[in-house]
């Protein structure tokens, strides 16, 4: 098998300090480029080749940078509580912040101001109040173990799609409700459209689909599964699709929005799907594939078992990069691959070699690069081919 040789593109340092800020590590926000049928919204700013955004969530604000304009200032959002309380995400233009939290989905300006805010039923599975403010829990041991779900912008900007632990305030309490899958409108908080998600989440997380007007949301449910939806706004109504048998995590949609990319549960098999229904075009096991990594030791059989990282992603929209990092890491170096993904059959066919150590699983960005983030967490580096 050849060597691929990556090509820094570029490193970005993280803007907190991990330790002093008691902050996550960065990412890279990337909204995918606009379909030709779609338009941008009047004044929204955005190219289309859609925007990337360097993020980093501290206990106490959310900086953006945009990684595309040197010298561009961070724009800074008070954060409504702490980091352990739910996720968060920011608008493509790096305008309004979202904070999906424990009893509520909260945007917020960089002034701090409350832009919207859409009350919903706690992520704390055994409490059934509907928590007017975090202040109420704060001091409550179960809730800092919460739960949670998600939320992300549609590639345009102008949708908001959730995952909520129902009920959502308006509708009053329902001890029996499951949790809930909203699209709001960004720029005023009303809730368009709902659906019944028909799960029970430990997490979530939201795939952005380049037609504003779909998305992806996988929810993780422990051992018990790993649900996929997938939601078409037609401006009216909320339609949900349940795809792959609970068994699948999404990971990724190609550039053209026809394909999705899911690793199995137990991280044994990447595979290509239709966005139209879900089938599966290509899959690639592990087995008898990656090769057992060659530090260790000859004598351990376990060895001879490699996985897929959880994260994986389209370069473009023939190639895949994916990890084997997390097994590798018990043996020594961790490792890279490109994937072919033309057609009915996907292959193996390269391993990635980079000028330095690096950690973690790749993410792709779509474009032909992808970012690995540092050891210490305190910065990105961006490759190519």
Not at 220 to 240: H, I
């Amino acid at each position: 098998m050849a060597d691929a040789a990556a090509h820094l593109v570029t490193t970005l340092a993280a803007p907190l300090d991990r330790a002093r800020d008691a902050a996550d590590a960065p990412r890279l926000l990337r909204w995918p480029a606009r379909r030709p049928d779609t338009r941008p919204a009047p004044g929204d700013g955005r190219s289309a080749e859609g925007p990337r955004l360097l993020v980093q969530r501290g206990d106490t604000e959310l900086v953006a940078v945009d990684p595309d304009s040197p010298g561009a200032a961070a724009v800074r959002f008070p954060a409504p509580w702490p980091r352990r309380f739910g996720t968060s995400t920011v608008a493509p233009n790096g305008e309004l912040a979202v904070f999906a939290g424990v009893h509520a989905v909260r945007a917020v300006d960089p002034t701090g101001a409350v832009r919207w805010e859409v009350g919903h039923g706690c992520w704390e599975g055994s409490c059934r109040t509907l928590h007017t403010a975090y202040e109420e829990y704060a001091t409550d041991h179960r809730h800092r173990y919460a739960d949670s779900g998600s939320a992300v912008f549609s590639a345009d900007g102008t949708l908001v799609w959730a995952h909520v632990r129902g009920p959502v305030a308006a509708s009053g309490p329902d001890p029996e409700a499951l949790d809930e899958w909203l699209v709001i409108d960004a720029a005023d908080g009303r809730v368009l459209g709902r659906a019944d998600a028909e799960t029970a989440a430990v997490g979530s997380d939201h795939v952005p689909h380049p037609d504003p007007a779909r998305m992806g949301l996988c929810v993780g449910e422990g051992q018990d599964g790993v649900p996929m939806l997938w939601g078409r706004w037609d401006g009216e109504n909320l339609s949900v699709e349940r795809f792959c048998d609970d068994e699948r995590i999404l990971t990724d949609v190609s550039p053209s929005g026809d394909r999705f990319l899911t690793v199995t549960h137990y991280e044994e098999t990447l595979g290509v799907h239709r966005v139209d229904d879900g089938s599966v075009l290509s899959e690639l096991d592990t087995e008898h594939t990656v090769p057992r990594h060659p530090e260790a030791d000859p004598d351990d059989q376990d060895a001879d078992e490699t996985l897929w990282d959880y994260e994986c992603g389209f370069l473009d929209e023939e190639t895949v990069v994916a990890g084997t990092s997390e097994r590798d890491g018990e043996y020594g170096e961790e490792r890279h691959w490109l994937v072919s993904a033309t057609g009915d059959r996907m292959r193996l066919t390269a391993r990635i070699t980079y000028p330095f150590p690096i950690s973690g699983a790749p993410t792709a960005l779509g474009d032909g690069t992808w970012y690995t983030v540092s050891a210490a967490g305190d910065a990105l580096h961006v490759w190519s081919r």
